[in-house]
């Protein structure tokens, strides 16, 4: 059983950290600690991705392999090599999180300016009941 | 040239979106003629792509000069060519509309607002156009990323909505990103047309099954689809009129397609039927929206709202098409995603030009409407008989197809539901239009003891960059009813997969 878990480590970290986010985003009052959520749990699948292009015993950058060899083309295995893809895809989608974490932050601010609190249950309150807005800023 | 089209559909409006803020920063009225100037070329080239795809077949456009499945391919077929119109035409008269909408709710951001517009169509083009699934996923979070900005700018819940559609949008993004990644780790391909070969093999993979929930759990998540569909009223229903406007009709068929992609091009239809009960999970899931959209937007007296919540059901319909899986089906889910783009556009287009002239949206707002806006509520009668299913309009002919193909798939409770989906609509529609049009004239005024005067209604209509686009939805409605059978002939029979 523990062998089953270490073999397949990567996959356990990124399901626990998936959750943390999950529950931050579900869980927590505060709009910035389920921002922070969100942030975890995009991380967690750059994670994963990153996770899936590691490759053991040997294997080596793809350019590396024709060189010094001099005579013409030979045939890189696929088994040679690292996959550079899934980090480049990854160049993009770190740069989705941040895009979406910038817009979430100014929206944030959007939200302190009209209600001068970031607890979800006080703006809550102050949307239902205008008053409370006097008392609480 | 010719041959560049399919990059110019999504090339244009991309650098029209760094033109805009340029030229708007010095002179703020330019940014709509430029806005609209660049949003014709997507219209012209999409235009020619299906015409193309008509004539010709589906064809690719491979980016860079790679071929597909190490580049990046372009990938247009009878149905992203229709959607590709579809999208560019609502795009252009959405931009068209929103001048006065712009100028009440967004003073002054003029060229924010026409910046993330282009951004938001290139984001939706993009998705229909390309032929590769990582793509998809950026454009994805292009278009709803140019979506939050707009929607933050509305009324008093926005940014609390906005804030938590960026939440829920993000999660359905990042699942959408897991099922890739589950996917290009069994099969090491991105490409759609490439994946489609390899995959059949490997259907009783755990991998391939993951991935294939995590790809419909997001999907069904950006969609709307019941139970996911938390975010979208708050969302649309505060945004600003002219914001509103565009990503409503838009964003949810986009969703819809990508579902249908995933289901019948990537995968194999048996998949969804054999391998996993997707079909029968999601038909029941649109069964329960419908019902449950019906019955949330009786309860509604802001029409904004009540709207919204009419679309949760629209997205239930399309979703109940392709969940049937035989060929009237199918073809009536496709059928439904323009229809239901060109009505859903059409009302919002009508509520903004009502609370553009200070009515307010609650239904008792809507009395003498008819004589102080004639023109803007024949266009919403029309959208209202044609949201019932009344023959001449265009709703009728999807609600055919859709009711042709569950009854061909023996689900009577399927069929039932979509029935009485359109009692609801027509219940939901004819308060507002007895209001409108058989209120009595003098107020009420014989119930309290007031001298009986004569209520003058000044006729009060909205300006004309409004009305064109209302006027010019109100006959597409119309005419794409007749033109259905052309429409299917042409385009959506060759959408359908053959196996069907």
Redesign the interface.
């Given at each position: 059983m523990l062998e089953y878990i270490l073999a397949k480590y990567n996959f356990w970290i990124y399901v626990v950290l998936m959750m943390i986010g999950?529950y931050a985003?579900m869980g927590k009052r505060n709009?910035v600690k389920?921002?922070i959520g969100?942030n975890i749990?995009?991380t967690s699948?750059i994670l994963?991705?990153v996770s899936?292009g590691v490759k053991k015993g040997g294997a080596t950058v793809p350019i590396l392999m024709g060189h010094g060899h001099g005579h013409g083309q030979h045939l890189i295995q696929v088994a040679d090599y690292l996959?550079p893809?899934?980090h480049v895809?990854m160049l993009?989608?770190i740069v989705?999180s941040i895009?979406?974490t910038g817009?979430?932050l100014?929206?944030?601010i959007?939200?302190y300016k009209?209600y001068h609190t970031l607890e979800e249950d006080e703006?809550m309150a102050i949307?239902k009941d205008p008053s409370a807005y006097k008392t609480l800023g | 040239m010719i041959d560049q089209l399919p990059a110019l559909i999504i090339v244009a409006p991309l650098l029209g979106a760094l033109l805009t803020p340029i030229i708007g920063w010095r002179y703020r009225q330019l940014c709509r003629p430029c806005a609209l100037m660049i949003l014709v070329i997507p219209l012209y080239a999409s235009c020619g792509a299906l015409l193309q795809v008509v004539r010709t077949g589906p064809f690719g456009y491979n980016l860079g000069g790679w071929a597909p499945p190490w580049g990046i391919e372009y990938r247009i077929d009878y149905l992203s060519g229709l959607m590709l119109v579809l999208i560019a035409a609502i795009g252009l008269l959405a931009a068209f509309n929103a001048k006065p909408g712009v100028k009440m709710d967004l003073r002054g951001k003029e060229p924010h607002f026409y910046t993330l517009l282009l951004l938001q169509i290139t984001g939706l083009l993009g998705i229909v156009i390309t032929g590769d699934l990582?793509n998809i996923?950026?454009f994805l979070?292009i278009s709803s990323?140019s979506g939050?900005?707009l929607i933050?700018h509305g009324e008093?819940?926005a940014?609390?909505a906005?804030?938590n559609y960026?939440?829920i949008g993000?999660?359905g993004?990042?699942f959408y990103?897991?099922g890739v990644?589950y996917l290009?780790?069994a099969t090491?391909s991105l490409n759609i047309a490439d994946l489609a070969t390899i995959l059949p093999n490997l259907y009783h993979s755990k991998m391939i099954l993951v991935g294939f929930a995590f790809f419909t759990t997001g999907v069904a998540i950006k969609m709307g689809l019941f139970p996911l569909h938390v975010w979208m009223p708050d969302a649309y229903t505060t945004a600003p009129s002219p914001v509103s406007t565009l990503i409503a009709p838009l964003m949810t068929k986009v969703a819809a397609y990508i579902l249908i992609r995933i289901m019948f091009t990537l995968f194999q239809p048996e998949f969804s039927i054999s391998v996993v009960p997707a079909a029968t999970i999601l038909g029941w899931m649109a069964v329960v929206a419908i019902i449950v959209g019906g019955i949330k937007a009786l309860a509604q007296t802001d029409i904004k709202r009540m709207v919204t919540y009419i679309m949760i059901a629209e997205v239930g319909y399309i979703v109940m098409g392709i969940s049937v899986m035989n060929r009237p089906g199918l073809t009536g889910a496709i059928l439904h995603i323009v229809n239901d783009a060109c009505m859903v556009f059409c009302l919002f287009l009508v509520i903004g030009a009502i609370s553009y002239k200070g009515h307010g949206r609650e239904i008792y707002h809507f009395q003498h409407l008819n004589k102080k806006m004639p023109f803007t509520m024949a266009a919403f009668v029309i959208v209202a008989l044609s949201m019932c299913g009344i023959p001449p309009a265009c709703g009728f002919f999807s609600k055919w197809y859709l009711i042709m193909g569950t009854i061909v798939a023996k689900q009577w409770v399927f069929s039932i539901t979509l029935l009485g989906s359109s009692l609801v609509n027509a219940v939901l529609f004819f308060r507002i239009i007895e209001k409108a049009y058989l209120a009595p004239l003098d107020g009420g005024a014989h119930s309290h003891d007031h001298d009986r005067e004569e209520v003058v209604v000044v006729r009060d209509e909205a300006p004309a960059s409004m009305l064109i686009p209302i006027l010019i939805m109100a006959a597409i409605i119309i005419i794409l009813g007749p033109l259905s059978g052309k429409i299917i002939a042409a385009v959506i029979q060759h959408a359908v997969p053959a196996a069907f």
């Amino acid at each position: 059983m523990l062998e089953y878990i270490l073999a397949k480590y990567n996959f356990w970290i990124y399901v626990v950290l998936m959750m943390i986010g999950l529950y931050a985003m579900m869980g927590k009052r505060n709009l910035v600690k389920k921002l922070i959520g969100m942030n975890i749990f995009q991380t967690s699948i750059i994670l994963f991705f990153v996770s899936t292009g590691v490759k053991k015993g040997g294997a080596t950058v793809p350019i590396l392999m024709g060189h010094g060899h001099g005579h013409g083309q030979h045939l890189i295995q696929v088994a040679d090599y690292l996959n550079p893809l899934p980090h480049v895809l990854m160049l993009t989608a770190i740069v989705v999180s941040i895009a979406t974490t910038g817009v979430a932050l100014a929206t944030l601010i959007l939200i302190y300016k009209r209600y001068h609190t970031l607890e979800e249950d006080e703006i809550m309150a102050i949307r239902k009941d205008p008053s409370a807005y006097k008392t609480l800023g | 040239m010719i041959d560049q089209l399919p990059a110019l559909i999504i090339v244009a409006p991309l650098l029209g979106a760094l033109l805009t803020p340029i030229i708007g920063w010095r002179y703020r009225q330019l940014c709509r003629p430029c806005a609209l100037m660049i949003l014709v070329i997507p219209l012209y080239a999409s235009c020619g792509a299906l015409l193309q795809v008509v004539r010709t077949g589906p064809f690719g456009y491979n980016l860079g000069g790679w071929a597909p499945p190490w580049g990046i391919e372009y990938r247009i077929d009878y149905l992203s060519g229709l959607m590709l119109v579809l999208i560019a035409a609502i795009g252009l008269l959405a931009a068209f509309n929103a001048k006065p909408g712009v100028k009440m709710d967004l003073r002054g951001k003029e060229p924010h607002f026409y910046t993330l517009l282009l951004l938001q169509i290139t984001g939706l083009l993009g998705i229909v156009i390309t032929g590769d699934l990582f793509n998809i996923f950026v454009f994805l979070e292009i278009s709803s990323l140019s979506g939050y900005g707009l929607i933050a700018h509305g009324e008093d819940g926005a940014p609390m909505a906005t804030f938590n559609y960026i939440i829920i949008g993000t999660i359905g993004a990042s699942f959408y990103l897991l099922g890739v990644g589950y996917l290009y780790m069994a099969t090491g391909s991105l490409n759609i047309a490439d994946l489609a070969t390899i995959l059949p093999n490997l259907y009783h993979s755990k991998m391939i099954l993951v991935g294939f929930a995590f790809f419909t759990t997001g999907v069904a998540i950006k969609m709307g689809l019941f139970p996911l569909h938390v975010w979208m009223p708050d969302a649309y229903t505060t945004a600003p009129s002219p914001v509103s406007t565009l990503i409503a009709p838009l964003m949810t068929k986009v969703a819809a397609y990508i579902l249908i992609r995933i289901m019948f091009t990537l995968f194999q239809p048996e998949f969804s039927i054999s391998v996993v009960p997707a079909a029968t999970i999601l038909g029941w899931m649109a069964v329960v929206a419908i019902i449950v959209g019906g019955i949330k937007a009786l309860a509604q007296t802001d029409i904004k709202r009540m709207v919204t919540y009419i679309m949760i059901a629209e997205v239930g319909y399309i979703v109940m098409g392709i969940s049937v899986m035989n060929r009237p089906g199918l073809t009536g889910a496709i059928l439904h995603i323009v229809n239901d783009a060109c009505m859903v556009f059409c009302l919002f287009l009508v509520i903004g030009a009502i609370s553009y002239k200070g009515h307010g949206r609650e239904i008792y707002h809507f009395q003498h409407l008819n004589k102080k806006m004639p023109f803007t509520m024949a266009a919403f009668v029309i959208v209202a008989l044609s949201m019932c299913g009344i023959p001449p309009a265009c709703g009728f002919f999807s609600k055919w197809y859709l009711i042709m193909g569950t009854i061909v798939a023996k689900q009577w409770v399927f069929s039932i539901t979509l029935l009485g989906s359109s009692l609801v609509n027509a219940v939901l529609f004819f308060r507002i239009i007895e209001k409108a049009y058989l209120a009595p004239l003098d107020g009420g005024a014989h119930s309290h003891d007031h001298d009986r005067e004569e209520v003058v209604v000044v006729r009060d209509e909205a300006p004309a960059s409004m009305l064109i686009p209302i006027l010019i939805m109100a006959a597409i409605i119309i005419i794409l009813g007749p033109l259905s059978g052309k429409i299917i002939a042409a385009v959506i029979q060759h959408a359908v997969p053959a196996a069907f």
